[in-house]
Nanobody, 119 residues
Framework: QVQLVESGGGMVQAGGSLRLSCAAS????????MGWYRQAPGKQREWVAG???????NYASSVKGRFTISRDIAKNTVYLQMSSLKPEDTAVYYC?????????????WGQGTQVTVSS
C-alpha cells in the first residue's frame, strides 16, 4: 500500500503562484509514476501532469508552460509548481501514484487539496 498526503493548497489571486506537495509513504518502491489530477465543481476529474521514475514529464495542454511537476527522491515527495494561475484552475487537486510507468495510470490517490483562484 501507498499513502499520499497533499499540502500547499489555498487561495490566490489570478496571476499568482502556488506550490503543491505530495508526500508518499508505504510501499514507495512499487511506484513508477506519480501525477496530479484536478476536479472542479460539477466537472469530471481531469489529469494535469505526470512524472515517471525516470523523470520524464508530461502536461495537459491547459497547464503546459504554467505548471511544473518535479520530484525529490530523498523526500519521497512530488511537487506541482503552479504559476500564472487563472480562475479556471480552481479545483480540488489530487496526487496520484501508479505501479505502471505511465503518465495516466493510477493505483493510489491522495485526499485532495483545494486551490481557489480569484479574479
Amino acid at each position: 500500500q501507498v499513502q499520499l498526503v497533499e499540502s500547499g493548497g489555498g487561495m490566490v489571486q489570478a496571476g499568482g503562484s502556488l506550490r503543491l506537495s505530495c508526500a508518499a509513504s508505504g510501499s514507495i518502491r512499487s511506484i513508477n509514476a506519480m501525477g496530479w489530477y484536478r476536479q472542479a465543481p460539477g466537472k469530471q476529474r481531469e489529469w494535469v501532469a505526470g512524472i515517471t521514475k525516470d523523470f520524464n514529464t508530461n502536461y495537459a495542454s491547459s497547464v503546459k508552460g504554467r505548471f511544473t511537476i518535479s520530484r525529490d527522491i530523498a523526500k519521497n515527495t512530488v511537487y506541482l509548481q503552479m504559476s500564472s494561475l487563472k480562475p479556471e484552475d480552481t479545483a480540488v487537486y489530487y496526487c496520484s501514484a501508479a505501479s505502471l510507468p505511465s503518465f495516466y495510470s493510477t493505483d493510489y490517490w491522495g485526499q485532495g487539496t483545494q486551490v481557489t483562484v480569484s479574479s
